[in-house]
């Protein structure tokens, strides 16, 4: 599966911003999906997951619960992530990635991942 990330840009803190991670392929329902992003000399951290078909269920990472909210339209074969309440701290690269293994907090279970799509928030 071929993933595109899009809708980053330049916003100010308190702002938003909506991702969006295009995909064709392989049947895109069956994937659980998930964010990460990599800020400026920091590893690449885990944002959010959503598990297949209806994404019934969602997790968050800590940094971003309550302000994030991904979500997925599988007609569409887009997933997205809606981006409130935007910090500084939020600036990233964005990527975008679809989950094989078990575990959607480990990076090296995603087998595909966008190309990424950078978000800056000033101050």
């Known amino acids: 599966v071929q993933l595109q990330a899009s809708g980053g840009g330049l916003v100010q803190a308190g702002g938003s911003l909506r991702l969006s991670c295009a995909a064709s392929?392989?049947?895109?329902?069956?994937?659980?999906m998930g964010w990460f992003r990599k800020a400026p000399e920091k590893e690449r951290e885990f944002v959010a997951h959503?598990?297949?078909?209806?994404?019934?269920?969602?997790n968050y990472a800590d940094s971003v619960k309550g302000r994030f909210t991904i979500s997925r339209d599988n007609a569409k074969m887009t997933v997205y992530l809606q981006m409130n309440s935007l910090k500084p701290e939020d600036t990233a690269v964005y990527y975008c990635?679809?989950?094989?293994?078990?575990?959607?907090?480990?990076?090296?279970?995603?087998?595909?991942w966008g190309q990424g799509t950078l978000v800056t928030v000033s101050s």
């Open positions: 990635a679809a989950l094989l293994g078990d575990s959607y907090l480990r990076e090296n279970d995603y087998a595909y």
């Open positions: 392929g392989r049947p895109f329902g069956f994937y659980a």
């Open positions: 959503i598990t297949p078909w209806s994404g019934s269920s969602t």
